[in-house]
């Protein structure tokens, strides 16, 4: 099958030799080809260039993309989207001005999702993450990393991970599964979480690498939750199983979690509200991604991770949407680049780079996504009329998606 897009007012980030990340100065640019082609062979991207360079040859079908711009699709690389039942109620508690951490002790937050989450089903929680994938490549997801971490028992984690690995059975979207099973400390273990950390070690992360559940493994490593310590110990068990580390840090506090994250080779280290000048110098150099998750300061109204400072410090940035029901009830990307830009002052072309590329990083897929080369998967979307591409950002909650398409299919 050999699809042909004709007469694209833009096609944005393209490479021609494709880069794993872009860091720096370097996010403030992406490349685009202005009136373009693309060719799209089965699910991969064949060819692009110029209109004027596009030599005769047969399609089986052709796509009149006039007055539209293409962008390859979002990479979200953080997200907790199977979950049973909202939290609107807690949003009101915040609302009154209780904190994060204040529900959380009273038994809310996290334990509250855990305890829905072990009462429902598997068919259950297939059917509204499946919903959620839905509605996410309507809004210009092609790739989405899931984390457990809502089951806080063996069977429920195990659960919550064989819902994941049907939903990547079965879903056009390009999905990665996360191991979380240090999310939360159930009341139970309160006092002596270091029996919990051996429950996490001793069961969850055997059993799910015997069933070849998980890609990653994660720990929320920070103050009030889990320490630096029971991270390292968790961190070394899922080595052994191949699971590379994304770590949840700092995001109360300046916890060790971003230096744990190096020290391990973590893919990635996720929130990065609470950075100092230590924590930059740390991920210089290092091969774990800092990601910031816009929707949940937002949503938490959090202070925001220092971008700039990171960026201008040469190093790169990903963002993720953090879809889960607690802390940012959207799994939008396109609401992530907004926030980016307002929020954060990044550039369009940086969120874009943050989004896309280097989101793709942080999920280690972006070898095959995260940009439009030839040879990648052919994940990618037609925008709306839109007059340019700083508009995508500025347009806030304006779907700007026309056409999504993912495995060079049209959806
Ligand atoms: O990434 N920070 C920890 N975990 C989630 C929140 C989960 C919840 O509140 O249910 C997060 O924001
Ligand atoms: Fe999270």
């Known amino acids: 099958m050999k699809t042909l897009i004709k007469n694209i007012k833009s096609l944005l980030q393209v490479e021609e ?16 080809i202005e009136n373009a082609y693309l060719i799209v062979e089965d699910d991969k991207i064949a060819a692009f260039g110029p209109m004027a360079e596009l030599k005769e040859q047969c399609f089986d079908k052709e796509v009149d993309a006039t007055g ?3 962008l390859p699709s979002f990479c979200d690389s953080h997200t907790h989207l199977v979950y049973a039942g909202s939290r609107e109620i807690e949003y009101i ?3 009154r001005g209780l904190s994060y951490d204040e529900i959380a002790k009273r038994g809310g937050g996290i334990l509250n999702s855990a305890k829905r989450v072990q009462e429902a ?30 089951g806080m028992t063996p069977e429920a984690e195990l659960k919550m991970l064989r819902v994941i690995r049907r939903l990547r059975e079965t ?36 059993q799910a690498a015997d069933e ?4 990653f493994i994660d720990v929320f490593c920070d103050a009030g939750f889990f320490t630096v310590e029971d991270t390292e110990r968790m961190l070394e068990a899922g080595a052994k199983y191949g699971m590379r580390p994304k770590i949840h840090a700092n995001e109360m ?31 210089k150099g290092s091969c774990t991604m800092p990601t910031v998750l816009p929707g949940a300061a937002f949503f938490l109204n959090m202070e925001h991770a220092p971008v700039r400072k990171m960026m201008e410090a040469g190093l790169p940035v990903a963002m993720a949407s953090d879809y889960n029901p607690g802390s940012s009830p959207s799994g939008n990307m396109q609401l992530v680049l907004s926030f980016a830009c307002v929020n954060y002052r990044m550039l369009p072309e940086e969120a874009i780079n943050a989004t896309t590329i280097n989101s793709g990083y942080a999920m280690d897929v972006s070898d095959i996504l995260g940009s439009i080369a030839v040879g990648k998967k052919a994940n990618f979307y037609l925008t709306t009329e839109i007059p340019t591409y700083e508009y995508l950002p500025y347009a806030y909650g304006e779907n700007k998606v026309y056409k999504a398409f993912l495995n060079g299919k049209e959806m």
């Open 121 to 150: 089903s598997e068919e259950q929680l297939y059917d509204d993450a499946m919903a959620r994938l839905e509605q996410i490549i309507r809004f210009g997801t092609g790739a989405v990393e899931i984390k457990s971490g809502y």
């Open 253 to 283: 506090a300046c916890s060790g979690g971003i230096q744990c994250a190096v020290k391990y080779n973590a893919l990635s280290c996720d929130h990065l509200e609470y950075t100092g000048d230590a924590e930059i110098e740390c991920l």
């Open 93 to 95: 508690d915040k609302i």
């Open 212 to 215: 070849g559940l998980a890609d």
């Open 68 to 70: 539209r711009m293409v």
């Open 171 to 206: 879903s056009p979207l390009t999905i990665k599964s996360t191991l979380l099973g240090a999310h939360g400390i159930p009341m139970e273990y309160r006092g002596c979480q270091e029996k919990f950390v051996d429950l996490v070690i001793g069961r969850m992360i055997p």
């Open 17 to 32: 030799t494709p880069r794993a990340k872009v860091c720096g100065a370097d996010m403030a640019h992406i490349n685009h």
